[in-house]
């Protein structure tokens, strides 16, 4: 486990040195923040009972996803793993006397929360003190709120799980582009990147939030804000437990079996 | 313009040595862009309109809007890669060639497999086009054709604007992306949807509006002032500012000598 951990560190002190990228990259989020919450106030102004969640709530929704934004990204992947993988250089990486799962998982993880870390800070700060409907407003409670972070902490090792499946993908494929933009945009629709979920039609909703993605952003985002309480609390956590083992058993399995029948290209 | 041609076919050439990955990739950009065009489809299914604009009239929007971007990024796409030039000391060769620098950074990239992108324009903008209600005659269809011509180069002096920026800084500046691709993914919807303030600013600082939805009205028969045809024609005084601040960054560029 020690040898993950520094996996981790190595990573993780590395992505902070480029601080002023994340920096300039504030101001991105915040445009993109607004823009996003000013055209959901055109929908609201035209027709507020067509609203599947309050104002509020969403405008609370987008602030959350701009600042956890490095946490889900869907195209936060660790690209020099896609070369390795394409240039033979994976080899080395399978010398090592550590789980190749383990180290890929430690170092995605790493670099998603640094970056986070950096990036979601200033829109803590000023996003609350916004004018009411506008800004991000508190959890629905306490209880909302540690369901949250452990709902946040859940999705978020979905996330890199996936991720995993992916680069593993690459040994059979050896071309990435396609499986990359492929994930990268399942990704991005099916957690609630470009609209949240409860904003689907019905029939289509009910399908998309059993699927591992609504286990990423969605489940976090919406326990926070109150919108997912209750029973069906309970079963969001749990489906986002049962997705988080199946996800790492079959990236366990991809690496087993691309261990057996890899062949190295090149010398 | 011969010397361009000879630029362009050598790239074709070049995209055309591997053509399965070249198709492949072709697919993989076409999937990227779906998304929005989904958010935008399913937000349809519950709301009916957006600031007045229905649904096939945000696609007309949306799809005219990609074009712009799709075809500014088609041909100035070496200004992407600008950054990573400066750095390697690549530019240094461009400098000593007598040719304008603007045009060789231009030529430095073409990336083929972009149509793909342009594919979902080129299907929606039909479909808008005979769904949107707008009455064409000449005039409406020359609105449209100075939309996306003038939308084009607006985004290309946008992407000359945001390369300028890294003689000062030699990275590459993700604040760019505000400009070029917030415009882009926001000016999906008309841009007076945002409220006043940001109207005001799509149209008398980076003049995105001028491009998209003054014209927009006049094609929707909302205005009849024969003035909005023009306007997307306007809009490319803001290439004066990006291509002075490009001079003035070369003036400032000091070599990384590596």
Redesign the interface.
Known sequence: MKKYFSFFRLRFVTSLQYR??AL??L??QF??GA?LI??Y???YQ??PE?F?MSFQATATYVWLQQALLALFQPWGFENDIFESVQSGTVAYELCRPVSVYGMWFSRTAARRISSVLLRCIPIFLIAPFLPAPYGLAGPAGAPAFFWALFSLVLGSLVAVAFVQIVYFSTFFTI?T??V???S??LV??LQGA??PIP???DG?RQVVELLPFASMLNAPLRIYSGDISGAFLYRVVALQLFWLLALVLVGKLMERCAMKRTVLLGG | MRLYRKYFGIHLKGAMQYKASFFLAVFAQALVTVNVFLGIFFLFQRFHKIGGFTYSQVLLCYSVVLLQFYIAEFFARGFDRFPVMLGNGQFDRILVRPRNTVFQVLMSRFDFARIGRVLQAVVLLPYAIATAGVNWDFWKVLTLIFMILGGALLFAAIFVLVAACSFFTTEGLEVGNILSDGGKEHGKYPWSVYGKPVLFFTTFIVPYALTQYYPLLYLLGQKTNPLYIFLPLLSTWFMIPCFLFWRVGLRHYKSTGS
């Open positions: 002023i990228a300039a990259g101001s991105t445009v993109w823009l000013l055209a106030r055109a929908f035209a027709e067509a599947p071309a582009e396609g990359r933009a492929l990268a945009s991005e629709f470009v609209i904003f689907l039609p289509v």
